[in-house]
């Protein structure tokens, strides 16, 4: 393990994808990640398919590279050895509705009197406050709330659709990294670390505000018109899908050449930006597209499309993008053997550091394998560490 966090020990309580995934963003930047799960392992182990052998890939890509211990946190001692790990460690990620840490007895004032330099990230629906405080929060939930469904409505009209993926989640762990990473560089200058409080809606509708929400920006009357990225489209050709993006009027005009359709450059709907951007015209511009397209097999449409200067690219399905030829070149994926599901695949992280690279640990743990020698670390002693295993706080597990 190695790379610009390295020494940074995060302790990550959370459960199925916001914090999880945030702490395996810091483990892949070469913090060392502790998951305490319950001693019979969290529900996300088990939330569906695909797997093999009983080992779910969906834990797999939010879990690798932990260590695991199995605690039973609604007990004292459980709770206990959970706060003596905490206070030698550097942060600490959860995404519980509010109070429920405090129930738990690992709120941030329990947190902070063990360990003043600890940073506790708290990942939450929709924060400490407010009508929906206590509303249960999934990522298709925050997604209607945010605007982010009725952004997916076609083009051509008809109803909205959800993103089919959890898009919210993973916005939020990657603001949950972000921010523990800044606050841990704050703790440079002050020595004290600090509570987060992350709401998945705040980072949903963050995320989505610079184009998303564009004609929401001005406050009272404004110069209506269409974003630009509204003119992203999905086309079929002769053999399947492609997607492009024409912004500019260079890349619109380019539009027109690449389905032979030159003639209609000097039309003038389409001559000048002006023209060009008014919604009836690029309605216009799209459905010559369309009709043109279906002539053009795919790769031949791809070419001339990017020849004239506009941005397109294929549809590929899921398996098609483990095989594309760029993914393969560069070794953007990594497969690696877990001993009960086999042979898996993992995404390399997306940042290259010149000085301090990052070498992510490519195992999944089982559940409570380093529970014994955590403890063993953390000053417990062996008969101590006997006596929870007998008393069921401790789930051994397997171990290395």
């Avoid at 309580?13 to 913090?31: E, Y």
């Avoid at 109803?159 to 993926?165: A, C, F, K, L």
Wanted: glycine share 10%; aromatic share 6%.
């Amino acid at each position: 393990m190695s790379g610009p966090l390295e020494g940074v020990r995060v302790i990550d309580l959370g459960r199925v994808a916001s914090a999880p995934f945030g702490a395996l963003i810091l483990g892949d930047l070469g913090a060392e990640v502790i998951k305490i799960e319950d001693v019979n392992g969290s529900f996300d182990r088990r939330i569906g398919q695909p797997s093999r052998n009983g080992v779910e890939a969906f834990f797999i890509n939010t879990n690798r590279g932990k260590k695991s211990i199995a605690l039973d946190l609604r007990s004292p001692e459980g709770r206990e050895a959970a706060l003596t790990l905490i206070a030698d460690s550097d942060a600490v990620v959860a995404n519980f509705r509010p109070g429920v840490l405090t129930a738990m007895g690992l709120d941030y004032e329990a947190i902070h009197a063990r360990n003043p330099r600890v940073v506790v990230a708290e990942i939450t629906g929709f924060g400490e406050s407010g009508p929906y405080r206590d509303m249960p929060a999934f990522d298709p939930v925050i997604q209607g709330l945010a605007g982010m469904i009725a952004l997916q409505r076609p083009a051509a009209g008809g109803p909205p659709d959800v993103i089919h993926n959890m898009i919210v989640d993973k916005i939020t762990s990657l603001f949950a990294a972000n921010a523990i990473s800044a606050a841990l560089y704050a703790r440079e200058r002050t020595g004290l670390g600090q509570r987060l409080e992350i709401p998945m809606l705040d980072s949903a509708v963050y995320f989505l505000w610079p184009e998303g929400m564009a004609d929401q920006t001005f406050v009272g009357d404004f110069e209506a018109g269409r974003m630009g990225v509204k003119t992203l489209r999905l086309t079929e050709v002769a053999d399947g899908f492609v997607v492009y993006m024409a912004i500019a009027l260079k890349q619109r005009l380019g539009l027109l050449d690449a389905v032979n359709r030159s003639d209609l450059r000097t039309d003038p709907r389409f001559a000048t930006q002006s023209e060009m951007i008014k919604r009836e015209n690029l309605d216009a511009l799209e459905t010559i597209v369309r009709e043109e397209a279906l002539k053009f097999p795919k790769e031949d449409f791809i070419k001339r499309m990017n020849d004239a200067g506009v941005p397109c690219g294929p549809v590929l399905e899921t398996s098609q993008v483990v095989r594309n030829e760029h993914v393969e070149q560069v070794g953007l994926l990594r497969q690696w053997t877990h001993p009960v599901g086999g042979e898996v695949r993992s995404p390399r992280p997306p940042v290259r550091f010149s000085d301090t690279p990052a070498d992510p640990t490519l195992e999944l743990r089982p559940l409570g394998g380093d529970g014994p020698d955590l403890l063993r670390g953390s000053g417990y002693s062996e008969e101590r560490i006997a006596e929870l295993i007998e008393a069921g706080v401790l789930n051994p597990g397997e171990s290395r």
